[in-house]
Nanobody, 116 residues
Framework: QVQVVESGGGLVQPGGSLRLSCAASGITLSDYFVNWYRQAPGLQRERVAT????????YYPDSVKGRFTVSRDNTKKTVSLQMNSLKSEDTAVYYC?????????WGQGTQVTVSS
């Protein structure tokens, strides 16, 4: 059984930083591209980062480019999302999404709240 677990969310003030982590069991995470998505109440799920299997390719939408950095440590079997200069509009539940061909998995998400 595949389990994807996100961690590292919490409450942070505007301008602050958080680092999210993603780990998985039941799959070899290094065999998968990984997306990070977020979903705020009443809004569609939005992709905020993608990283290739070896970490050489990354993607960010304009909304987070320059503030978010996705990375992976295949020896530790984790994928991280470093979020800096956080804004109130970054408040959402953040999800890790390993995918490969027709296989895609989701975690339960971790809440990030940016508020003073």
């Amino acid at each position: 059984q595949v389990q994807v677990v996100e961690s590292g969310g919490g409450l942070v003030q505007p301008g602050g930083s958080l680092r999210l982590s993603c780990a998985a069991s039941g799959i070899t995470l290094s065999d998968y591209f990984v997306n990070w998505y977020r979903q705020a109440p009443g809004l569609q799920r939005e992709r905020v980062a993608t990283i290739s299997k070896d970490g050489t390719f990354t993607y960010y939408p304009d909304s987070v480019k320059g503030r978010f950095t996705v990375s992976r440590d295949n020896t530790k079997k984790t994928v991280s999302l470093q979020m800096n200069s956080l804004k109130s509009e970054d408040t959402a539940v953040y999800y890790c999404n390993p995918f490969q061909s027709t296989y895609t998995y989701w975690g339960q998400g971790t809440q990030v709240t940016v508020s003073s």
